[in-house]
């Protein structure tokens, strides 16, 4: 792999770690002779997801140029997380879930925990090209209805900023409550937002004026 690539996966180790799920690429790397079947085992033997994350994220840079570009067409294709490869790439990354909407899911996770109708969301959106087929069966493989629904909510600022939008249409048509929390709590963030900005504005101009 190239310095540029090299030093791109290890600039974005963080995103990638938080937002990738490994078992998801892990067939496709091996298929493509990126990786072989004594790596591809040993990563899918991780059992916490983050430290499986960081195990194949660690070892791709010892793969090979065909590695970078094999990975980027996995995110592109396989999970359906096109930013990260254009975060990757060096193009302006599109499509991620804004840090606004991440803070509202975050915020109400409990809430939403024990309300929502997670089977119905998740038939939902899979039908909307929000999830894929792999990432129903992980949620709905959960043992409980909590779980099923800790697990989604894990899953969604995942999975862009278009996961936001089908979440909350899907709310307002069943659980047109839960969607009003989520909504509030929007407004309020951009609002302290709007705030911290005006305020940081200011400071500067006064700090100018000395």
Same mark, same amino acid.
């Given at each position: 792999? *190239?310095? $540029?690539?090299?030093?791109?996966? &290890?600039? +974005?180790?963080? /995103?990638?770690?938080? @937002?990738?799920?490994?078992?998801?690429?892990?067939?496709?790397?091996?298929?493509?002779?990126?990786? *072989?079947?004594?790596?591809?085992?040993?990563? &899918?033997?991780?059992?916490?997801?983050?430290?499986? +994350?960081?195990?194949?994220?660690? $070892? =791709?840079? *010892?793969?090979?140029?065909?590695?970078?570009?094999?990975?980027?067409?996995?995110?592109? !294709? &396989? #999970?359906?997380?096109?930013?990260?490869?254009? =975060?990757?790439?060096?193009?302006?990354?599109?499509?991620?879930?804004?840090?606004?909407?991440? &803070?509202?899911?975050?915020?109400? %996770?409990?809430?939403?925990?024990? !309300?929502?109708?997670?089977?119905? /969301? $998740?038939?939902?959106?899979?039908?909307?090209?929000?999830?894929?087929?792999? +990432?129903? @069966? /992980?949620?709905? #493989?959960?043992?409980?209805?909590?779980?099923? *629904?800790?697990?989604? =909510?894990?899953?969604?600022?995942?999975?862009? @900023?278009?996961?936001?939008?089908?979440?909350?249409?899907?709310?307002?048509?069943?659980?047109?409550?839960?969607?009003?929390?989520? @909504?509030?709590?929007?407004?309020?963030?951009?609002?302290?937002?709007?705030?911290?900005?005006?305020?940081?504005? %200011?400071?500067?101009? =006064?700090? !100018?004026?000395?």
């Amino acid at each position: 792999m *190239s310095a $540029v690539h090299k030093k791109s996966v &290890r600039d +974005n180790l963080q /995103c990638l770690g938080e @937002e990738i799920n490994a078992l998801e690429h892990l067939d496709f790397l091996f298929e493509k002779e990126v990786i *072989s079947s004594y790596r591809r085992q040993e990563t &899918r033997s991780i059992l916490v997801p983050v430290e499986r +994350n960081s195990a194949l994220l660690s $070892v =791709l840079p *010892s793969c090979g140029e065909k590695a970078f570009d094999t990975f980027c067409t996995s995110l592109r !294709d &396989r #999970s359906r997380q096109p930013w990260l490869a254009d =975060l990757l790439s060096g193009r302006p990354p599109q499509g991620g879930m804004s840090k606004t909407h991440k &803070r509202a899911l975050k915020t109400n %996770v409990s809430k939403l925990e024990v !309300d929502l109708d997670v089977d119905g /969301c $998740v038939q939902y959106l899979l039908q909307e090209d929000v999830i894929t087929d792999y +990432n129903k @069966e /992980c949620i709905l #493989s959960q043992p409980t209805t909590r779980a099923k *629904s800790k697990e989604l =909510l894990h899953l969604l600022p995942t999975r862009g @900023e278009q996961a936001f939008t089908v979440f909350c249409n899907y709310l307002r048509k069943h659980q047109d409550w839960l969607v009003k929390l989520l @909504e509030e709590n929007v407004h309020s963030i951009m609002g302290a937002e709007k705030k911290g900005f005006k305020e940081t504005a %200011v400071k500067r101009f =006064l700090a !100018d004026k000395k």
